[in-house]
């Protein structure tokens, strides 16, 4: 039970596993303890690496940096580890701006701390520590995370974990002025915003360089009808565009990121998606932003 709570994935999606795809918990309670099992699976649905994310949010619960960075170690030519801080562990923002900046400061150091013994990126969960994205008071973490040459990874838009409150902090629109002032930060806009969220994050990311959209959580059935439909027309920014897995929390369940990949395919032969934007999309892009070719 111990290694269950402290492993890769939070009790709410845990929760969600055992609601929505009974039959798959086992094979992913055994995928949570066994690395090279994970990766077989993983590569038999078309993947050849794996950006694997720490959590440490208020709403959704911990998946410690020292996990995902051990579990990686196992085979560190497949797994990239992104590590977790939550700067609002007490509350502090909004209520006592002291202690915020004085735990943002703590988290500088150990953002240091953690990119030397192996991360190659951030995942920040503002809007479940009830922060708002680009929140200048965050800016000396993120000032840090563009020297160490971390890509930052915002998980914006509103799921089924947050709360009413979190929903508050869930619009990406502040990491435009964070894109302005660091420019050299990598910004990764998580879920593409998710839904309430598509058009800024789309204006976002044509309008900064150095802004980029993630998938996960976003069906590819959603792409002609939220975005191309709607004017956001992704193949304006081919070499923005990052693919998600989402795994195991994804919209086609724990099977669906080979099937995701093929609508994705389809959605390129039928003309919705360029060559290039698919090429982008499915790996060339974020092999880019992680260094990797
Ligand atoms: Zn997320």
């Not at 596993?17 to 798959?24: A, C, T």
């Not at 735990?103 to 150990?110: G, I, K, L, N, T």
């Not at 969960?125 to 994205?133: I, K, Q, R, T």
């Not at 959605?267 to 992680?290: K, Y």
């Amino acid at each position: 039970m111990a290694i269950r709570n402290q492993g890769m994935w939070t009790p709410g999606v845990w929760e969600l596993i055992r609601e929505h795809y009974p039959d798959k918990y086992e094979d992913i309670e055994q995928y949570e303890e066994d690395p090279a099992l994970f990766k077989k699976y993983l590569e038999s649905q078309g993947i050849d690496k794996c950006v694997l994310l720490a959590e440490d949010s208020n709403q959704t619960g911990l998946v410690p940096n020292d996990y995902i960075l051990e579990y990686s170690s196992e085979c560190p030519e497949f797994y990239i580890p992104f590590l977790a801080l939550n700067p609002n562990k007490t509350g502090s923002y909004g209520k006592n701006q002291q202690r915020f900046v004085r735990s943002v400061s703590f988290c500088c150091e150990q953002l240091e701390w953690l990119a030397d013994r192996g991360f190659r990126g951030v995942k920040d969960y503002g809007s479940y520590n009830l922060f708002p994205y680009g929140s200048e008071l965050m800016y000396p973490f993120y000032e840090k995370a563009a020297e160490l040459k971390l890509p930052v990874l915002f998980h914006t838009g509103e799921s089924r974990f947050d709360s009413r409150k979190s929903k508050k902090f869930s619009n990406p629109e502040g990491l435009g002025a964070l894109a302005k002032s660091i420019p050299d930060l990598v910004i990764i806009i998580g879920h593409c915003g998710s839904g309430k969220y598509f058009e800024s994050a789309f204006g976002l990311t044509r309008e900064f360089q150095n802004v980029y959209l993630e998938f996960s959580g976003v069906p590819p059935d959603f792409i002609r009808s939220h975005f191309i439909d709607r004017g956001l027309d992704l193949n304006l920014i081919p070499d923005k565009l990052v693919f998600g897995s989402d795994y195991p929390a994804l919209p086609n369940g724990p099977d669906g990121i080979r099937k995701n990949v093929e609508k994705y395919q389809k959605l390129s032969e039928n003309g919705v998606l360029t060559e290039q934007s698919l090429r982008g999309l499915l790996g060339s892009n974020a092999g880019r932003i992680l260094d990797l070719y």
